[in-house]
């Protein structure tokens, strides 16, 4: 048995820096993901994938492997498989299919917010603040008593 929080902290340490994933907390469970698509969760004595095609049918096919949901894992989520420690081995080529899908899963949400003209970049960052944008914006902060504010640098 391998130490599953020590090997899941390398992994992650490889992803954030050869592929620029980032690491968060959802619901008290430490998660990985790009572009806001999570694709690996630690929970218990095993590491949740969120695996496509062929990848995910062997995945499931492991001894000790199931379906399983990231938020409840009393229920199933598509795509989703909770490898146990006794396969730590693999979890290093799983998760790079994981990124692999959510790449993908990326790719096509960008895709959509494209066709429905929504400029992803620009949604992003704010706008950055000129001297008259400013005041006009502390302006209307003021009337609305500061609700939704936000400032940022002019280029």
Request: charged fraction near 20%; glycine fraction near 10%.
């Amino acid at each position: 048995m391998t130490n599953v929080r020590s090997r899941f902290e390398s992994i992650c340490a490889y992803l954030g820096k050869a592929h620029e994933a980032r690491t968060s907390e959802v619901r008290g469970r430490r998660c990985v993901g790009i572009a806001g698509a999570t694709f690996m969760a630690v929970h218990g004595s095993g590491v949740g994938f969120r695996l496509h095609g062929r990848a995910f049918r062997q995945a499931v096919t492991l001894p000790g492997a199931r379906p399983w949901h990231p938020i409840d894992p009393n229920r199933t989520a598509p795509g989703w498989v909770l490898v146990p420690s006794q396969h730590a081995w693999r979890w290093d080529r799983l998760a790079i299919d994981a990124l692999r899908g959510a790449r993908l899963v990326a790719a096509e949400r960008f895709d959509r917010e494209a066709a429905a003209g929504i400029d992803t970049a620009v949604a992003a960052v704010a706008p950055p603040s000129t001297g008259v944008s400013l005041a006009a914006r502390v302006k209307a902060a003021i009337s609305r008593g500061f609700g939704g504010m936000t400032i940022a640098r002019a280029a």
